[in-house]
């Protein structure tokens, strides 16, 4: 299964295997999980513009829990994140919210990040993204 999953990071336009979809999920739930269990401090909304990663990380796990498209535009940032955990945490979250993914990739590398995330900023502006989930996910 790993052998997948490296592929996947090694090429961010091949595309995942059920395996590698898996251990995806797996991983992201980890996370989530993880940073459930942060020190007692009780995530809020606002936490999404914390300047630390286990905040930021528990705010979008709220954020999933309660499909506030609200925090769209605060998830939308945190796709520039520094820390791989909560830009794969964002993603997930703006395609549970939105059913888009406007092609990115978490751990592509950050010019091609970059203009994803451009493309969910320009979305975002022009009111194309639809504030509830679609059920249908651009690769």
Not at 4 to 22: G, H, Q
Not at 72 to 91: E, Y
Request: glycine content about 2%.
């Amino acid at each position: 299964m790993l052998n997948n999953f490296n592929l996947i990071l090694s090429n961010p336009f091949t595309k995942p295997t059920r395996e590698a979809t898996s251990l995806n999920i797996f991983i992201f739930t980890l996370i989530s999980a993880l940073s459930a269990c942060s020190a007692g401090h009780h995530p809020t909304l606002a936490d999404l513009q914390a300047p630390d990663p286990e905040s930021r990380l528990a705010a979008i796990q709220l954020a999933a829990q309660t499909e506030n498209p609200e925090t769209i535009p605060d998830l939308i940032a945190n796709l520039d994140s520094d820390d791989p955990a909560v830009r794969l945490m964002a993603i997930g979250t703006l395609r549970k919210l939105t059913g888009q993914s406007y092609h990115y990739r978490f751990d592509a590398p950050p010019d091609q990040r970059d203009q994803a995330t451009t493309a969910w900023a320009e979305a975002w502006k022009n009111e194309a993204i639809p504030h509830t989930h679609s059920g249908t996910t651009q690769p």
